[in-house]
């Protein structure tokens, strides 16, 4: 089983759709999460850093991270074909240092 | 934009060839990485500095040699490589170089295909 699942897509979706992405992992000592957007050929942009349980919001964007259920989800409201990339969540233990576990990445298209 | 500068964006390499990538960051940031990425993969560690000193080698084929000169900058140095080795190289640097490393930041990437 691997440290971090994540469905790999394509979830295609209409302009303006709310989007859900979804990780979900087993190293309960995980305590930092990231969700990472990567255009094509483009190295990863950091979306999202959030320790421990709880949301976050950044203008179209919601972190939320559930550590009871090992469950971390990014929504994207009113979507956008600029949206259309692959999202990667990412995370990390307190103690991990410099090893962060990327999960495969959702491949996202948002049609206009 | 990133502030992680990566070049050359694109390199064509032979596989008797010597290159080298080069990374830069102005952030202040500690640690210093380098990442592989194969199409439709997560990016896998490679190397980490910390305080410009090695801290991990993921077990890396020798072809491929990492150098520090200073806090800002992180080279790749690149050798004998394999057609296998074709992907997108990416260099990232985090704040802190110590357990609690903070956010990961990656430059754009650097695209290398060995012929």
């Known amino acids: 089983q691997k440290e971090v699942e994540q469905d790999p897509g394509p979830l295609s979706v209409p302009e303006g759709a709310i989007v859900s992405l979804n990780c979900t992992y087993s190293?309960?000592?995980?305590?930092?999460f990231m969700w990472y957007r990567q255009y094509s050929r483009k190295g990863p942009e950091l979306l999202m850093y959030t320790y421990s349980s709880g949301n976050k919001e950044d203008g179209r964007f919601t972190a939320q991270v559930d550590k009871s259920s090992k469950y971390i989800s990014l929504f994207i409201r009113d979507s956008q074909p600029s949206d259309s990339a692959t999202y990667l969540c990412?995370?990390?233990?307190?103690?991990?240092?410099?090893?962060?576990?990327f999960g495969a990445g959702t491949r996202l298209f948002v049609k206009a | 934009d990133t502030e992680v500068t990566q070049t050359p964006k694109h390199l064509v390499m032979g596989m008797t060839n010597k290159k080298s990538l080069k990374c830069e960051q102005h952030m202040g940031h500690r640690a210093m990485y380098w990442y592989k990425q194969k199409a439709k993969k997560p990016p896998e560690l490679m190397f980490v500095y910390s305080y410009e000193k090695l801290s991990i080698n993921e077990s890396v084929p020798s072809r491929f040699s990492p150098e520090c000169p200073n806090s800002s900058l992180l080279n790749l140095h690149l050798h004998a490589l394999q057609p296998e080795d074709s992907a997108l190289y990416l260099c990232a640097s985090s704040p802190f170089g110590g357990e609690n490393t903070g956010e990961l930041f990656f430059g754009e990437g650097s695209r290398l295909t060995v012929l």
């Open positions: 990412a995370m990390r233990s307190l103690t991990g240092g410099f090893k962060t576990i």
């Open positions: 190293n309960s000592a995980f305590q930092y």
